[in-house]
């Protein structure tokens, strides 16, 4: 079955400090990888997917940065965090055209 | 742009009445997407819809999707407790691989 890994959970940064997120999944080969971001108490918004190694595609203008070095791996930076970037990230994957995303079990971000 | 709304955004109801949660949506798709969120926690995928007339069914939980009047219902049937959560719908935006767009969420919670 397939399974996916976000770390880490939680995470308090302060402003102009770097991030990395990571997100792996197993089980599957060439999935569709996402990442969203949920603002506190709220909807979620789409920041950047890709459909395979190498491949991103940006949703938002930000100061936040997507990589997909390997298959089943996609990773969110950014070299200064804004007090603004504080939010949950989720990391999803999706398989065929149909199949619903499914979601890490998110970061939580602190920017202070 | 897709647009996906939701409505009500919050509801508070009493276990064992009934109530529909609505999710319109403002252009052509034939997917549609019903996730649950309970509080800290990341999305879990309730019923996928990909027609027009889809219905699904879980426990107290039914899901339909009318794509002519772009518009999807998640009924509740005899709420108890554990249904308490925050339930967001979601559209496939029509490039199949480029994610999802959600609505805002309604936080439901069923009081005693």
């Known amino acids: 079955s397939q399974t996916i890994h976000q770390w880490p959970a939680t995470l308090v940064q302060p402003v102009g400090s770097p991030l990395s997120l990571e997100c792996t999944v197993e089980?599957?080969?060439?999935?569709?990888l996402y990442w969203y971001r949920q603002a506190a108490g709220r909807g979620l918004q789409l920041l950047f997917y890709?459909?395979?190694?190498?491949?991103i595609s940006s949703e938002v203008p930000q100061n936040l940065s997507a990589s997909r070095p390997q298959d089943r791996q996609f990773i969110l930076s950014s070299k200064k965090l804004l007090l603004s970037d504080s939010g949950f990230y989720l990391c999803?994957?999706?398989?065929?055209?149909?199949?619903?995303?499914?979601f890490g079990n998110g970061t939580r971000l602190t920017v202070t | 742009e897709l647009k996906v709304e939701q409505n009500p955004l919050f509801l508070s109801m009493q276990e064992g009445k009934n109530y529909t949660i609505y999710c319109n949506y403002s252009?052509?798709?034939?997917?549609l997407y019903w996730y649950r969120q309970d509080p800290g926690k990341s999305l879990e995928s309730l019923f996928v819809?990909?027609?027009?007339?889809a219905v699904k069914q879980e426990g107290r939980l039914m899901a339909s999707l009318d794509t002519k009047a772009r518009l999807s219902t998640l009924h509740i049937t005899a709420a108890v407790h554990d249904l308490s959560a925050t339930y967001f719908c979601?559209?496939?935006?029509?490039?199949?691989?480029?994610?999802?767009?959600f609505g805002k969420g309604t936080h439901l919670i069923i009081q005693p």
């Open positions: 089980g599957t080969s060439n999935p569709n």
């Open positions: 979601a559209v496939d935006s029509g490039g199949g691989a480029d994610g999802l767009t």
């Open positions: 890709s459909v395979g190694i190498g491949q």
């Open positions: 999803a994957w999706s398989g065929t055209w149909d199949s619903p995303l499914h």
């Open positions: 252009t052509t798709s034939d997917r």
């Open positions: 819809l990909l027609s027009n007339g």
